[in-house]
């Protein structure tokens, strides 16, 4: 089994930076996407980064140019480093990694960015 736990999350103000760490433990295959969704109140959850094993990135376009998604595969952990941020990033991020080996969908628990004056 797979288990993420996201750290990080917290009161920026507005142009502010903050960065996410989430760190996977268990078995996990060597081809995966690891990435980062969010949820704000009221609305779905919608993708902001991913990185899959290989390194090929992927941005929502709201996010690119300030946000950067990163892997340390030895130590399992994939950040998000987050910039310039608004009050329109506000929400719940969550940890995602997608196994190629057996097309299945992990998922943390979430850590909360508020990004308010």
């Known amino acids: 089994q797979v288990a993420l736990v996201e750290s990080g999350g917290g009161l920026v103000q507005p142009g502010g930076s903050l960065r996410l760490s989430c760190a996977a433990s268990?078995?996990?295959?060597?081809?995966?996407?690891m990435g980062w969704y969010r949820q704000a109140p009221g609305k779905q959850r919608e993708l902001v980064a991913t990185?899959?094993?290989?390194?090929?990135?992927n941005y929502a376009d709201s996010v690119k140019g300030r946000f950067t998604i990163s892997r340390d595969n030895a130590k399992k952990m994939v950040y998000l480093q987050m910039g310039s941020l608004k009050p329109e990033d506000t929400a719940v991020y969550y940890c995602?990694?997608?196994?190629?080996?057996?097309?299945?969908?992990?998922w943390g628990k979430g850590t909360l960015v508020t990004v308010s004056s």
């Open positions: 995602n990694l997608h196994s190629y080996y057996n097309n299945m969908d992990y």
């Open positions: 990185r899959d094993s290989l390194g090929t990135t």
């Open positions: 268990g078995r996990i295959n060597t081809l995966n996407v």
